[in-house]
Each structure stands twice: as C-alpha cells, then as structure tokens.
C-alpha cells in the first residue's frame, strides 16, 4: 500500500505538470524515463528518489519544497480544517481547468473576477 507522503508528492507532481500543461510524455523525456513511470510517481505507486525529484522540480520550473506543501495539514483525499475543502483539489479537473483559465485572464479582469468570486462566496 503506498504511503501517504508518496501519495501526496505524486498528486503535487501531477499538479504543477497539468497546470504547467505538459504531458507525462513531456515532463518524461525532460527527466529521462519513460512516461510509465510518471504515471506510477503521480499515482504513488512508487516512490519518487530524492535526485529524480530534484530533476522533476528542475523540469517543472518550481523549489523542490513545493511537492510537500500542505502535507502536514491532511491526508490525501480528506477535508482540510479550514473550510471544508478537499485536499485532493488537484483530482477534481474541472477545479484545475479553472484555475488554468483564471490564469490566463489578464491580471486587471483577474482581480475584479477574484473579488466577484468572494462576494458570491459570502452570499452562499
């Protein structure tokens, strides 16, 4: 059974890829392996080595830090503690194309759009 921490770096690994929008078959050829074995990283099926996830952080342009963020908060695929949100967001392709899509907006709309959405949640 694969561990929680593995599971987590493999979800942030496949994260950082959608929204850098690279392909498995991309970010494979970058580090050197075959893209299997990025699906087995991202599934936590296997474990990442520490120098192949300094070469995946170096492909997917971030600090190798960020594959752990939020880790000690929650286990994959339970509530946060702050507002109820899944921490397995980055499963949930219809929140990653929107945050694909909030970024793309240039950044004056993205504001206006960032503060029509918090009035909408204070409504609800």
């Not at 050829?29 to 120098?51: C, D, L, P, W």
């Not at 990653?96 to 909408?120: D, G, K, T």
């Amino acid at each position: 059974m694969p561990h929680n921490v593995d599971i987590h770096v493999g979800m942030r690994i496949r994260q950082r890829r959608w929204l850098a929008g690279m392909t498995q078959q991309k970010l494979a050829e970058h580090v050197g392996i075959k893209f299997q074995q990025i699906q087995k990283y991202e599934t936590g099926a296997n474990r990442v080595s520490a120098s192949r996830l300094w070469d995946i952080a170096d492909a997917l342009n971030v600090d190798i830090a960020h594959f752990f963020e939020g880790l000690e908060h929650s286990k994959p695929g339970e509530p946060t503690k702050a507002d109820n949100i899944p921490s397995d967001l980055i499963g949930d392709k219809e929140a990653m194309e929107l945050v694909r899509s909030y970024y793309s907006i240039p950044e004056n709309q993205r504001r206006r759009l960032f503060e029509l959405a918090r009035v909408l949640s204070d409504v609800a």
